[in-house]
């Protein structure tokens, strides 16, 4: 199985901030990642797909990008709305998610 | 635009067999295009895949679920449904219906929005 490593799982910022959230594979998934986010009591919304693909319709101060087994998730500039749980997810061999971090 | 819709029995019984549906409409599940899926999420933990399906019938499921998991499709109804046998309160969870963008294995671009089931005496 392939393990994908989120951090951190939770992480406190403000309207403004930019802000990283890291995902770590346990070994090559390519570059067959995506990021999901989801608020409490909703389904998660798919963000970026193939590491560093947005999705229509998503805000550009949204970025991934990806470094080896290693990819991030990047908020250029907080707003109110995006204060959630982000998810991780590989795609290349099964599909997996990571634990997820809370954007506080 | 395209919407997936759960459906189901909320409360199972141990060791019973825990079957949902999830309706497509708004564009066919026909569609030579995409693959159709299941995830879970038990009370505040993450998200788990459980398995995809193609209209064929064509079937990836999760090795850790996959000796108690079927999955089937109705294409005369825009349907496609899930067993998950032998079920305990570990497979309580919000399940979800989704779908992949072209694979058994991809990401997931549209999501229903969830079904709660209890495994409960």
């Known amino acids: 199985d392939i393990q994908m490593t989120q951090s951190p799982s939770t992480l406190s910022a403000s309207v403004g901030d930019r802000v990283t959230i890291t995902c770590r594979a346990s070994?090559?998934?390519?570059?067959?990642l995506a990021w999901y986010q989801q608020k409490p009591g909703k389904a998660p919304k798919l963000l970026i797909y193939?590491?560093?693909n947005l999705k229509s319709g998503v805000p550009s101060r949204f970025s991934g990008s990806e470094s080896g087994t290693e990819f991030t998730l990047t908020i250029s500039s907080l707003q109110p709305d995006d204060f959630a749980t982000y998810y991780c997810?590989?795609?290349?061999?099964?599909?997996?998610f990571g634990g997820g971090t809370k954007v506080e | 635009q395209l919407q997936l819709q759960e459906s189901g029995p909320g409360l199972v019984k141990p060791s019973e067999t825990l079957s949902l549906t999830c309706t497509v409409s708004?564009?066919?599940?026909?569609?030579?295009?995409?693959?159709w899926g299941w995830i879970r999420q038990p009370p505040g933990k993450g998200l788990e895949w459980i398995g995809s399906i193609y209209y064929s019938g064509s079937t990836l499921y999760n090795p850790s679920l996959r000796s108690r998991v079927t999955m089937s499709v109705d294409t005369s109804k825009n349907q496609f449904s899930l067993k998950l046998s032998s079920v305990s309160a570990a497979d309580t969870a919000v399940y979800y219906c989704?779908?992949?963008?072209?694979?058994?294995?991809?990401?997931?671009?549209?999501w229903g929005q969830g079904t709660t089931v209890t495994v409960s005496s």
């Open positions: 193939k590491a560093s």
């Open positions: 989704a779908r992949l963008e072209g694979y058994s294995r991809s990401s997931l671009d549209v």
């Open positions: 070994e090559n998934v390519s570059s067959w």
């Open positions: 708004g564009g066919s599940i026909s569609s030579s295009l995409y693959y």
């Open positions: 997810q590989q795609y290349n061999h099964y599909v997996t």
